[in-house]
């Protein structure tokens, strides 16, 4: 019997088992109770702020505030954010913007951590606070033949238009009453002719409502009054 074959073959026997035996033990590192944990996670998530139906970070009184969040690893544990000098909070998907902020442009800044402690650069977005409805302006296009008590009083027929426009949001719709009565609602809201409406009622004096509303639903309002001559 050659001795030198069987102590090689020992040899190679003995490196198999260990090779085995730590392959084993990479396993059960990696698999506890059939859930995969990896080992360690160094890498931070990464926080995104999804825009508004706006297609763009323009905030209404009650747009709640979203973000998209990646991690790929431990999972993620919790965003922070915080709008202009107001404290950070904890994001939960339903926050809307601090009620004591106007309109105007203003800063978020934010952040994410992960299960396993790593937190993301600070990151900063600029938004914009939209609380006030659109902007209404009307007019008549007939001259009055006199005024009672500030009121213009027409004799002939009565030509009102009104233009309806918004400079950052869509104008969802503009709503008119004439005297109280039945409301009419507009889509188009540009140069709105009310001129066939008012020359079929016969009341004397004429006040009409005028509402806008725009995307966040922000409504304006006003009034027109007039008296007709018989």
């Known amino acids: 019997m050659d001795l030198s074959k069987v102590y090689l073959s020992g040899v190679l026997f003995l490196a198999s088992l260990s090779i085995s035996a730590q392959m084993a033990m990479d396993n059960v590192s990696a698999t506890v109770n059939g859930v995969s944990s990896p080992i360690e996670?160094?890498?931070?998530?990464?926080?995104?702020?999804?825009?508004?139906?706006?297609?763009?970070?323009?905030?209404?009184?009650?747009?709640?505030i979203k973000f998209k969040i990646v991690e790929e690893e431990s999972g993620v544990a919790t965003t922070y954010f915080k709008v202009a000098d107001h404290p950070y909070m904890k994001s939960d998907g339903r926050q809307m913007m601090p009620h004591d902020l106007a309109d105007g442009s203003y800063n978020m800044k934010y952040y994410s951590?992960?299960?396993?402690?790593?937190?993301?650069?600070?990151?900063?977005?600029?938004?914009?606070?939209?609380k006030t409805g659109p902007a209404i302006r009307s007019g008549f296009s007939t001259t009055p033949n006199s005024f009672d008590n500030g009121l213009p009083v027409f004799s002939k027929d009565v030509n009102l238009a009104i233009d309806v426009k918004d400079d950052k949001v869509k104008v969802q719709k503009v709503t008119v009453s004439i005297n109280e009565g039945p409301q009419l609602v507009f889509k188009n809201t540009e140069n709105i002719d009310l001129t066939e409406y008012l020359?079929?009622?016969?009341?004397?004096?004429?006040?009409?409502?005028?509402?806008?509303?725009?995307?966040?639903?922000?409504?304006?309002?006003e009034v027109v009054e007039f008296k007709k001559s018989r």
């Open 41 to 64: 996670d160094l890498t931070a998530p990464r926080t995104d702020l999804l825009r508004t139906e706006t297609g763009d970070f323009i905030y209404g009184p009650a747009t709640r």
């Open 113 to 130: 951590t992960d299960n396993e402690g790593n937190q993301e650069p600070i990151r900063a977005e600029k938004i914009f606070i939209d």
């Open 199 to 221: 020359n079929s009622v016969n009341d004397d004096h004429i006040i009409i409502e005028i509402r806008a509303y725009d995307t966040f639903y922000n409504l304006s309002k």
